[in-house]
C-alpha cells in the first residue's frame, strides 16, 4: 500500500539566517530576497508485511514562473537522490520531480527487495528510507545556495550527506570557484582550507603532510571541494564522509 501526502507550504522570502563556519565565526546576517515555496512528500512503499521503504522528501523551490528555469537546472543538476533527471529532455518542475523520484525510487527498492529476500535471513536488510530535506539560503551577492540533505538507509546503512549548490536564481546558472576565484583557485584555495584546518585543530604545521598525519587527504593530494557554500566574505567547503576523512568535513575560510 502507497500512502502520499503532498503538503504546500507558503515560506517568507524575507528570512534572516546566521551561519556558522568551522572556525567559529558566524556570517553576516542575510535577507533572502527571493520568494520560497516548498513541497513535502511523504510515501510508504510496502514490500511485505515486516518489509518496506518510507520515502520523505521536503523540497524547497523558487516561487513564481519567471523562475522556471532556475528550477529546471536545480533539479537537472542533483538537487534530489539518486539524480534521476540530469539528462531528462522534458521540462521539469518540483512537483512532477518528486512524484517521478518516488516512483523510480520504489521500483528500484521493490525490485531489489525481491532479489535479497532469499538470500537475506534477516529482515531489516529489507528496510530502507529515502530522507530528503532541501533548504535555499543567501549567498555571495545577488545569489541564493541550495542545500539539499539526504539521508539514504538501506537495511541497517545509513549513509547521510549534503550537497550545495550555487546559483543565480535569475537564470538558474550554476556559480564555480573559477568564476570567483580565478584560474589558480584550486592552488590558493587548498592553501588556504589546510592553513583553516590547522588552526582550527591546533596543529603545529599548516602543510599537506600535517593534514595527511592527521589522517585528511590520506593517500590523496588536497583539493578544494567543489561542494561549497558562497557568502559574501567567507566561502564553506563541505567535504561528505569518506571524502577526505570517515566523517563530514566543512572547513570555512575568509574571501
Known sequence: MVKKSFICLSVVALACLIVTGCNGKKAKQAKLAVPVDKITMDTT?????????????????LKGN????????LLRMGTLQPNYFALSAEKLTPQRAISELARHYGAEYTELARWLKDREH????????LNINTRIVPGMENYVVYISDIAIKTGKTTTKYSLCFNIDPKTGRQITLKEVFGDDYNETLTKKIIAQMAKNNDWDDDDEAQAQSKGYFVGIKPYASQNFILYDDSTTFVYSPGEISKNEVRVTIEN
Do not use: G, P, T, V
Request: glycine share 0%; charged share 25%; with cysteine.
Open 122 to 129: 534477516e529482515k531489516s536488510q529489507l528496510d530502507w528510507a
Open 45 to 61: 512503499i510496502r514490500f511485505n508485511k515486516d518489509a518496506a521503504c518510507k520515502i520523505h522528501i521536503s523540497y524547497a523551490f
Open 66 to 73: 519567471e523562475y522556471a528555469s532556475a528550477n529546471d537546472s
